[in-house]
Every structure is written in structure tokens, then in C-alpha cells.
């Protein structure tokens, strides 16, 4: 703010002698340190406002931007307070009794020398200005707002300033919207990471995700979660437990896995997969893994404790197994998401189906990671389903 300022205040030093040329170049530096701000809508027209005044000589600038039929006023340079609370409790409308309005209605600019000389002018409010001088803010010809610069006595804007000035606001228009735009992304991003990890959010919106999504291989840990009895407990709940016990267990998943530098693959019921070490990186992916399942066990068996005061009888199983799997992105036109894909993350879901209430099953290369790290039992071997041959499995007690 303090760099755009000192621009301006150059600007304002000019002098009716110089040229248009001037001028422009003039508009440029103005816009110039625009682009060198923070993308966002507010301090950009806070700024723009501001230069604006300079530029143009004028006591006070205005910025109205279009809410569907109305101009809500969202920028305000020099206009007193008292104006100020008026006008922005008084939207604009297309209409020939102001000079916004008039520019609403013709998307030209409006020159009026006096008001009070101009018999068509019957905005209300406290006038603290004679001269006015309103100016589109056009985007394809679409009006997407307003400038309105004024001043206190009677000077008219002279043909080069008004031109000068109209050549400002076609530029704003510019800055005006690439900041929506840009904070209409970040909108979508922040929404679209409500039903997506804030991870594949921000995948979507970048270069390196392109690649990430195309498909790739990683070495990565995969922890699968499901509850021991919720099959039966589906069976005789009313959809009103349902919904409540499932609700209670994803927010318990939701903030552990956060907290843990896990990436939740998906929700499938009871069945919660999570991987670690991709798309970003994880230091000790494998001992993040276990800690992840131990707060879940935790956190899941207080939760289990006031299910079973009700008639609930349900526990968490967890399997953790960590390989080589492919990554990307899955799905069909319209529905897409990220996802693991390979036998670790079969073993995985395998372990987790013959862990019993409370229990964490590793898979032998698992435990050989973090052997030195956490106590563990062996279990022994169990058949898997889909899997030639019975695997070793040890059962995770707690992380050193």
C-alpha cells in the first residue's frame, strides 16, 4: 500500500500542460503496482479508489460493483463518513437521477459539470460535491461496476481527463476481475475440499498435480479401518442411530487422520482406507501410519464404550501394509477421485478384516519397518482371501 501511495501521489502532481501520452504511462504505473498486490478483491479496489482521486484531481472517488440489478457501493475514497453510511445503505439502480445510474443505464461515461445547475439530478443524500464525473467498468461489455469521482466546488473534468480517467477504469476492469476470479478459485478450492482431501484440492489447481493424476507409482503405508458388529448393527438400527454412530466415527477419523499426515482415500461405510507418502511426502511414513491406528483405537473404543450403554456392540479393526502401489486418478467424467491401487492396499483391507475388536494387525513388512519403533506380537500365519498363500501377520500394541 505504502509502495502504490507514493505512485499516486506522483500522479497527482501533474499538471494540465502535459500531454496524454503522460498520463497513460501514468495509468500504467497505477496498474503496474496493482499487479504487484495481493490478489484479492477488497484491498485492490481500496487502492484502485485511491489512485483514482489522484489521478483525476478529484476530492473523492467511489467504486460501485454490480450486485444483479442494484450497484452496492464497495470502495470509498474521500467521501465523508456520513455519505459514506448512506451510500452504502442505498444501493444504485439503472436509472437517470444519479450520475451512476446514468452510467448504468447508457455503460458510457457521465459528465455533470454542476448538480445543481442539472435538473435531472434527484439522487438524495447529503451533497458534498458539485462536479461529478461517473465512468463504466466494463468486462466484454458486460457492466461489472462503476467509477464515480467528484468534486467539492464547480471544476468540470476537461475532455483529456475525462478520457485519461476512462482509460483507467477499462484497465481496472482488468485487475477488478482477475481478482474475482482468482478468489472465485480459491472459493472452489476451499469447497471442493470438503468432498475431497485438502491434498487432491490442491492437486487439481497445480502443475505437479497433472503429472500426480496422470498416474504414477510410490512406496507408500496403507492403514484400512472397519468396525467389528456394524453389520449386524445395520440390521436392527433405526436410519437415525445409523447416521449417528457413523457420524461420531468419521469426525473421529477426519481429525486424526489431519492431525496424523494421512490422505483418506475414501469412505465406504464403516471402511476407512488412509495412505501416507503420497501425493506428499511423509517423513516415517510407516510410524505415522501407527500412530494413526493407535489414536484410532483409542479414540474409537471411548466412542465404543457409550455405544454398548445403548445396545451397541461394535469395536474398531485396523491392518496396516506398506508396498508399492500405482496412484492416481479414478473414476469416470464427472466423478473422479484419487486413489491407490495394487496388493498392499488389498492386504491392507485383508488385515483389517481378521482383526478383532480393538485390534491392529501388521503385515511382515510392516513390522520389519518399524520393528526398532513399536511393540508387537506375532500373530502368526492367516489365510487371506486373495492371496495365494497364508501371510504373517503381528498385532501393533503401542508406538515407543
Known sequence: MRELTSDSARFGELTSEEDLRSRLE???????????????????????????????????????LADGELLRLRANYGSPQEADEYLRS?????????????????????????????????????RHYRTLLGLPILVEDDLVGVFGLSRRDVRPFTSDEIELMATFADQSAIAISTARLFET?????????????????????SDEGARLLAGHRA????????????????????????IEVIGKYHAAAGGLVRAHGGMLEHFAG?????????????????????????AMRDSVGELAA?????????????????????????????????????????????????????????????YAALEDRVEATLVGELPVKGFARSVQAFELLRVH
Not at 35 to 58: K, N
Not at 108 to 114: C, G, L, Q
Not at 288 to 293: C, D, S, V, Y
Open 90 to 126: 442505498h444501493p444504485h439502480t439503472a436509472e437517470p437521477g444519479s450520475c451512476t445510474g446514468r452510467v448504468a443505464l447508457t455503460k458510457r461515461p457521465v459528465h455533470i459539470p454542476d448538480v445543481d445547475s442539472d435538473p435531472g439530478y434527484t439522487y438524495a443524500g447529503t
Open 306 to 366: 457409550g455405544w454398548r450403554k445403548r445396545g451397541y456392540e461394535l469395536g474398531l479393526g485396523a491392518g496396516i501394509a506398506v508396498g508399492h502401489a500405482t496412484l492416481g486418478r479414478i473414476g469416470f467424467e464427472g466423478r473422479y477421485d484419487y486413489g491407490a491401487l495394487g496388493s498392499v492396499t488389498n492386504l491392507a483391507a485383508r488385515l483389517s478384516d481378521a482383526a478383532t475388536a480393538g485390534q491392529i494387525l501388521l503385515s511382515q513388512r510392516a
Open 185 to 205: 478459485i480459491e472459493r472452489q478450492k476451499g469447497e471442493l475440499a470438503r468432498f475431497v482431501s485438502p491434498e487432491v484440492a490442491k492437486l487439481v489447481s
Open 219 to 242: 512406496y507408500i503405508t496403507i492403514v484400512y479401518f472397519d468396525l467389528r458388529g456394524f453389520t449386524a448393527f445395520v440390521e436392527t438400527a433405526e436410519p437415525e442411530e445409523l
Open 270 to 294: 464403516d471402511g476407512l482406507m488412509v495412505f501416507f507418502n503420497d501425493p506428499v511426502p511423509v517423513a516415517d511414513h510407516e510410524v505415522q501410519a501407527a500412530r494413526l491406528a493407535i
Open 26 to 64: 501514468a495509468v500504467s504505473d497505477v496498474l503496474r503496482a496493482l499487479s504487484r498486490s495481493a490478489m484479492r478483491l477488497q484491498p485492490i479496489l481500496d487502492q484502485i479508489v485511491e489512485a483514482a482521486a489522484r489521478l483525476g484531481r478529484a476530492d473523492s472517488c467511489l467504486v460501485w
